[in-house]
């Protein structure tokens, strides 16, 4: 049996916000169908800068990018988004003067025909935003905006879903439910990418991780390699490596 195509593939991406500034300097990932993938660094690593080369926010110099089979490297936004790729940025992600449902309705503007039962599909993942549909985003708690956004980016039933920071500046509750809510929509038959600075939590759920250091990639391997890997806790997780109960992980390559 053949395996599953690739459904995001960046290889060698190199660029920055100002010309002649590189802040990826090299940087590569892939997603595989059903996979949590996650990349962790240190502040100033390119991570957030990795996801929106990914999206088309940023136009890499060098390198390429291919979702689904087609290469979008340099497409604009709304162009990814129809080859099956949503993005949640971390910081405004949602409308806050609009009502939940006229977010999601958002969402879904290049899906009309759809718009009501992909609706329906939300409020059934996420069980509290039907409670709170005709509740205005900008009073919604923190952890509810963030629910909201990952709701509105899954508007056009994407295949891969672009996650910069989900957790960033939440209450340690909300942070819990965020990571709960990534593996349902992930069970839902989602592929997820996500840059997070929790590394031990999200790693815990990843199925592939990447260390970014300085623009590249410094350490890849799954999420358990990863935290049992000494220099990776040493330099990354704070000194602590994680027990398994299972005895010894194989530690990640050094890229």
Same mark, same amino acid.
């Given at each position: 049996?053949?395996?599953?195509?690739?459904?995001?593939?960046?290889?060698?991406?190199?660029?920055?916000?100002?010309?002649?500034?590189?802040?990826?300097?090299?940087?590569?990932?892939?997603?595989?169908?059903?996979?949590?993938?996650?990349?962790?660094?240190?502040?100033?690593?390119?991570?957030?800068?990795?996801?929106?080369?990914?999206?088309?926010?940023?136009?890499?110099?060098?390198?390429?990018?291919?979702?689904?089979?087609?290469?979008?490297?340099?497409?604009?936004?709304?162009?990814?988004?129809?080859?099956?790729?949503? =993005? @949640?940025?971390?910081?405004?992600?949602?409308?806050? #003067?609009? %009502?939940?449902? $006229?977010? +999601?309705?958002?969402?879904?503007?290049?899906?009309?025909?759809?718009?009501?039962?992909?609706?329906?599909?939300?409020?059934?993942?996420?069980?509290?935003?039907?409670?709170?549909?005709?509740?205005?985003?900008?009073?919604?708690?923190?952890?509810?905006?963030?629910?909201?956004?990952?709701?509105?980016?899954?508007?056009?039933?994407?295949?891969?879903?672009?996650?910069?920071?989900?957790?960033?500046?939440?209450?340690?509750?909300?942070?819990?439910?965020?990571?709960?809510?990534?593996?349902?929509?992930?069970?839902?038959?989602?592929?997820?990418?996500?840059?997070?600075?929790?590394?031990?939590?999200?790693?815990?759920?990843?199925?592939?991780? =990447? @260390?970014?250091?300085?623009?590249?990639?410094?350490? #890849?391997? %799954?999420?358990? $390699?990863? +935290?049992?890997?000494?220099?990776?806790?040493?330099?990354?997780?704070?000194?602590?490596?994680?027990?398994?109960?299972?005895?010894?992980?194989?530690?990640?390559?050094?890229?």
């Amino acid at each position: 049996m053949s395996e599953a195509p690739t459904l995001l593939s960046a290889d060698g991406l190199v660029g920055g916000y100002v010309a002649e500034v590189d802040i990826l300097r090299g940087c590569s990932l892939v997603a595989n169908p059903g996979e949590i993938v996650v990349v962790v660094g240190p502040n100033g690593a390119g991570k957030s800068t990795l996801v929106k080369a990914i999206f088309g926010l940023i136009r890499p110099r060098e390198g390429r990018v291919v979702v689904n089979g087609h290469d979008v490297t340099g497409a604009k936004p709304h162009e990814i988004t129809e080859r099956g790729m949503s =993005y @949640v940025p971390q910081v405004a992600n949602v409308f806050p #003067t609009l %009502t939940v449902q $006229e977010n +999601l309705e958002m969402g879904g503007i290049t899906r009309r025909r759809e718009v009501r039962r992909r609706i329906d599909d939300m409020y059934a993942l996420f069980p509290r935003l039907g409670e709170r549909r005709r509740q205005h985003a900008g009073t919604m708690s923190g952890g509810e905006r963030q629910m909201l956004a990952m709701a509105r980016a899954l508007m056009p039933e994407p295949s891969v879903l672009l996650l910069d920071e989900p957790s960033a500046g939440l209450a340690p509750q909300a942070v819990g439910e965020v990571f709960e809510t990534c593996k349902e929509i992930n069970a839902a038959g989602v592929t997820i990418v996500m840059i997070e600075q929790n590394a031990r939590r999200a790693l815990s759920l990843a199925s592939r991780g =990447y @260390v970014l250091e300085g623009g590249q990639n410094r350490f #890849t391997g %799954t999420g358990p $390699e990863l +935290l049992a890997d000494p220099m990776v806790a040493e330099l990354y997780l704070g000194g602590k490596r994680l027990s398994e109960a299972t005895g010894e992980v194989p530690a990640a390559s050094d890229a």
